[in-house]
């Protein structure tokens, strides 16, 4: 993640730069959310994103496990490289499945186009965004270090 997103406020100590993105982000998504629908519709699509939010960090470790049983110099500790490659396959294949599945609307949701193209438009921003800051972040951190 980026340094300054981690800036502590020198005189309550929260994150605030994190507080203030997430404030912003959570407004944006609630004003796309309530433009051109009702309520309820918005409350369900709201509940689907929060869903689909929930389920990404879950992605990225079953990859990562998927990642550890695939290394080339994997040493079992407690469990097998076949137990952990399953495990870490089932998991990112349920996971990817939820997140599939949050996008089919509900018996009450009217849903254009448009709206579904956001839907998966946001998801794929999310996910995209939550693997540039794994992988960018990590090569700077992983180059510091090595300099170091």
Not at 17 to 36: C, E, P, R, T
Not at 59 to 85: C, E, N, P
Not at 127 to 141: C, E, H, L, Q, S
């Amino acid at each position: 993640m980026p340094r300054w997103l981690g800036s502590i406020h020198s005189k309550y100590r929260t994150p605030y730069a994190a507080l203030l993105v997430h404030a912003g982000v959570s407004f944006a998504l609630v004003l796309m959310n309530f433009w051109g629908s009702g309520v309820q519709e918005s409350f369900q699509r709201l509940l689907s994103l929060a869903v689909v939010l929930q389920l990404i960090p879950f992605l990225y470790m079953f990859g990562a496990l998927l990642k550890l049983a695939l290394a080339t110099d994997f040493q079992q500790v407690r469990y097998s490289k076949k137990k952990l490659i399953l495990a870490g396959a089932s998991g990112l294949v349920t996971t990817a499945l939820g997140i599939g599945l949050a996008f089919f609307p509900a018996q009450t949701d009217h849903v254009t186009l448009l709206l579904r193209s956001l839907d998966v438009g946001g998801t794929l921003l999310f996910v995209g965004a939550a693997g540039f800051f794994f992988f960018v972040y990590g090569r700077r951190k992983t180059a510091l270090k090595a300099a170091a």
